[in-house]
């Protein structure tokens, strides 16, 4: 099973070929579509969807390989906000799929949140706590990874995010900073003079 997203549109094989259904039930009028597979089951698939300006527009599931998708929010933007104030929906968007449930998701944007049916739209973690506690993700969540050897017995999660890496050793429960000697920084301003200088602003 192939899920693509092109021009923000969904496109399906189910086959193993080159043939391509466009997956109509999913909108248009998006700016991003980020998709995960059920590892245990390939029937199953969830789309993370923000509209042009950011903003969540819904979380779609689907039984049949995605083919088509049923939305999993009856009142978007009152459930929860991944994406925050800031409607990061187009920058970060992230979300994955536990190796042992397929009905369990950990969906990241601003901050972390999981789905279960008993359990629905649960916050983990917060960005704006202190860095020391056991509850902080630094801001936009990039991608969520479980590793090859995950298991009940062995419950680890990683997730990568504007702040570096952070790992779980209980599902997603609670985090621990995973950076040494690691530094970053992001030019979101430049300036230049007419001799050539450059300045960046971090």
Not at 114 to 137: M, N
Not at 171 to 182: E, R
Request: with cysteine; aromatic share 12%; hydrophobic share 35%.
């Amino acid at each position: 099973v192939i899920i693509a997203s092109l021009n923000n549109q969904a496109y399906v094989c189910t086959s193993g070929n080159d043939v391509f259904a466009i997956a109509s039930s999913i909108p248009t009028g998006v700016s991003r579509l980020e998709f995960a597979i059920a590892p245990s089951d390939p029937n199953y698939a969830y789309c993370l969807a923000a509209d042009v300006s950011g903003k969540l527009k819904n979380v779609y599931k689907s039984t049949d390989k995605g083919l088509t998708w049923t939305p999993m929010l009856t009142l978007v933007g009152t459930q929860f906000q991944i994406f925050g104030t800031n409607n990061s929906g187009s920058y970060s968007n992230s979300l994955a799929v536990f190796p042992d449930d397929k009905e369990n998701l950990l969906l990241g944007g601003n901050d972390l949140w999981k789905y279960s049916p008993e359990q629905p739209w649960e916050q983990l973690t917060a960005s704006d706590v202190s860095s020391l506690s056991p509850k902080y993700i630094h801001a936009y969540i990039h991608t969520i990874v479980f590793p090859k050897n995950y298991s009940s017995s062995n419950p680890i999660v990683f997730v990568g995010c504007d702040g570096g890496i952070h790992k779980s050793i209980n599902n997603g429960m609670d985090w621990a900073i995973m950076n040494k000697n690691y530094s970053t920084t992001m030019c979101t301003t430049i300036g230049y003079s007419s001799f050539g200088a450059v300045i960046g602003g971090t």
